[in-house]
C-alpha cells in the first residue's frame, strides 16, 4: 500500500512558477508509476502528467506540455510537478496518483489506472 501526501500549493499570480511535491510512505515507491491530475468544481479530473517507475518516461497533456514538467526522486519516494507561466484557468485541486502493471501502461491518461491517491492540495492563481 501506498500512502501519498501533496504539498506546495496556493496562491500565485498570472505568470508565476509553483512546483508540487508528492510525498509517499513505504518501500515500494519506485515499483509505481506516478501521475498528476488535476480537477476544478463541476468539472471531470483532468489528466497532466505521467512518469514512469524510473523516471526515463514521462507523458504529458498536450495542452499543458511545455509549461508543466513532471519528474521524480525515488531516492526521496518523492514526485514532483513544476509549473510555470501559471494562468487563472490552472487554478484547480492538484492530486498525485500511484499506478502499475497493465493497466497503467494501457491507458495511462484515465484515474482508473491509479489505485492510491493522495487528498490534493490547492493551486489558486489569480490574474
Known amino acids: 500500500q501506498v500512502h501519498l501526501v501533496e504539498s506546495g500549493g496556493g496562491l500565485v499570480q498570472a505568470g508565476d512558477s509553483l512546483r508540487l511535491s508528492c510525498a509517499a510512505s513505504?518501500?515500494?515507491?519506485?515499483?509505481?508509476?506516478m501521475a498528476w491530475f488535476r480537477q476544478t468544481p463541476g468539472k471531470e479530473r483532468e489528466f497532466i502528467a505521467a512518469?514512469?517507475?524510473?523516471?526515463?518516461?514521462?507523458y504529458y497533456t498536450d495542452s499543458l506540455k511545455g509549461r508543466f514538467t513532471i519528474s521524480r526522486d525515488n531516492a526521496k519516494n518523492t514526485v514532483y510537478l513544476q509549473m510555470n507561466s501559471l494562468k487563472p484557468e490552472d487554478t484547480a485541486v492538484y492530486y498525485c496518483?500511484?499506478?502499475?502493471?497493465?493497466?497503467?501502461?494501457?491507458?495511462?491518461?484515465?484515474?482508473?489506472?491509479?489505485?492510491?491517491w493522495g487528498q490534493g492540495t490547492q493551486v489558486t492563481v489569480s490574474s
Open positions: 512518469i514512469s517507475q524510473g523516471g526515463g518516461r514521462q
Open positions: 496518483a500511484a499506478g502499475q502493471g497493465v493497466s497503467w501502461e494501457i491507458n495511462r491518461v484515465a484515474g482508473i489506472s491509479y489505485a492510491y
Open positions: 513505504g518501500r515500494t515507491f519506485s515499483t509505481y508509476a
